[in-house]
């Protein structure tokens, strides 16, 4: 015998299945934007490098509480900086600051070369700085942001079981500005700005699935090998002009 549904049981059944169809052809189209994009714009103005025995210091700029680099991310900098068999010198950022206490507190630090020197020209400053080792400071500045989100899910539970449908989706922003200075000749080596989006998503067939995409750590590994090649090559980014083309 052959049971048959109730015309409108079959029409619910219907609803759902469109649903279902409707939700995953919107997902699909989603993932297909997912994922991260990036834009880097180095610029080197020196032919300066680190050499054997100087070291490097990254610093949040803190003029600016509300884009202040976060401490992770000024962390992720320096340990990559310093990671590996050819990782550069890194100096704690936390030592240089307590060493040069108070003038890298956010009231005092220099915004300029031009500040920097004043501050080199006060008395016991540059001994401090020379005894840290330090040659070139990077200051960070920029954040990590929510700059849109939009979709929904929601759940229900019934006597047959619990599940989700929807769809979420969320985009986060992690931008910044490396600032190079060198202490030795007291100039501003150039600058590196990168700009890593991200595009979230999280649709629900039943059981929600994020898919998590991490600009911040991408911007990290980004920013950490642009500036190792900033700080060992004299040409800024590769082996710098072939002479025999002049």
Known sequence: M????????????????????TLTLVAVGVLSGCGVTARMEPYKQTNS???????????????HATHEAEAGFI?????????????????SSTEFEDKLY??????????????LTELLEKPGVLDQVEETGVRFVVWLDGSTERTASG????????VGGAGCMGLAWWEDDARYD???????ELTSAGTIYADFVGRSVMPAIVIPIPLIARPQAKACRGLTDQLF??????YGYGAGPDPELG
Not at 178 to 184: F, K, Q
């Open 2 to 21: 052959r049971l048959r549904c109730p015309q409108k049981l079959r029409s619910l059944i219907d609803v759902v299945q469109t649903q279902k169809l």
């Open 49 to 63: 490098v680190i050499n054997d025995g100087e070291q490097v210091v990254v610093l949040a700029r803190k003029h």
């Open 75 to 91: 962390e992720c900098i320096s340990d990559g900086l310093s990671d590996g068999r050819d990782g550069l010198d890194v100096h």
């Open 102 to 115: 108070p003038w890298f507190e956010p009231s005092l630090a220099p915004l300029s070369t031009d500040d």
């Open 151 to 158: 979709g929904g899910i929601t759940c229900a539970a019934g």
């Open 178 to 184: 490396a600032t190079v200075w060198d202490l030795h």
């Open 229 to 234: 090649d900033f700080l060992t090559s004299p």
